[in-house]
């Protein structure tokens, strides 16, 4: 079985600190995304990555940066943090022409 | 990108077959439609993939029209465990740079007993 880490279920962070999110996926999987999801809006990729170092804009990457050094892991950068950023953050990963495979979030709190 | 619409809620009882249907009118040539189940603190699970006709799995069925402009997820005999929100997702789910997703804004299904 696929198994998407996240390294934290809760968070809590405040204004204007810098704040990391990671992810581990243990099948050797090229794709990795982060998404957020805020109650209304669905869920909305933030940014993904289809290869070691390679990184995609998603639908709002405004605030937010991404590292993937190596295939197992990508990690989402809050540079400065701001209480709109408040929310559930989701990582999946996933190979070509297969469904993504989710963690089970990050519930990040900004004060 | 294709822009998907769900019904926002739905309603329906034990041991009743329901349908949500996923309208994606700008659907890609190469674009696949992907259904996953989320439970409130978890991760969305995937369900079911197609990318024309009919497809069924143990979970539920995927039925796809030949324009592709729409698709309908089909859950036999549901039960309360299927109460969850449904997400549609169409992609080219291929990978590469032009790789990206649209996720639906996601149907509560409520499941009664």
């Known amino acids: 079985d696929v198994k998407v880490t996240q390294s934290s279920r809760y968070l809590v962070k405040r204004t204007g600190e810098k704040v990391f999110l990671e992810c581990v996926q243990d099948?050797?999987?090229?794709?990795m995304f982060w998404y957020r999801q805020d109650p209304g809006l669905g869920l909305r990729l933030i940014y993904f990555s289809y290869d070691v170092k390679m990184k995609e804009k998603g639908d709002i990457p405004e605030g937010y940066s991404v590292s993937r050094e190596k295939k197992e892991r990508f990690s989402l950068i809050l540079e400065s943090a701001s209480t709109n950023q408040t929310s559930m953050y989701l990582c999946?990963?996933?190979?070509?022409?297969?469904?993504?495979?989710f963690g089970d979030g990050t519930r990040l709190s900004i004060l | 990108l294709a822009k998907t619409t769900q019904p926002i809620s739905m309603d329906s009882y034990e041991g009743q077959e329901v349908n949500i249907t996923c309208s994606h009118n700008?659907?890609?040539?190469?674009?696949?439609i992907t259904w996953y189940q989320q439970f409130p603190s978890q991760g969305p699970r995937f369900i079911i993939q197609g990318y024309k006709t009919k497809v069924t799995n143990e979970v539920a069925s995927l039925f796809i029209p030949a324009d592709r402009k729409s698709s309908t997820l089909s859950l036999p005999r549901v039960s309360l465990s299927d109460t969850a929100v449904y997400y549609c997702?169409?992609?080219?789910?291929?990978?590469?740079?032009?790789?990206?997703?649209?996720f639906g804004k996601g149907t509560l299904l409520t499941v009664n007993p």
């Open positions: 997702l169409v992609g080219p789910d291929s990978g590469g740079s032009n790789y990206k997703l649209t």
């Open positions: 099948m050797d999987h090229e794709n």
């Open positions: 999946a990963s996933s190979i070509p022409l297969q469904p993504q495979h």
């Open positions: 700008n659907i890609a040539t190469n674009d696949y």
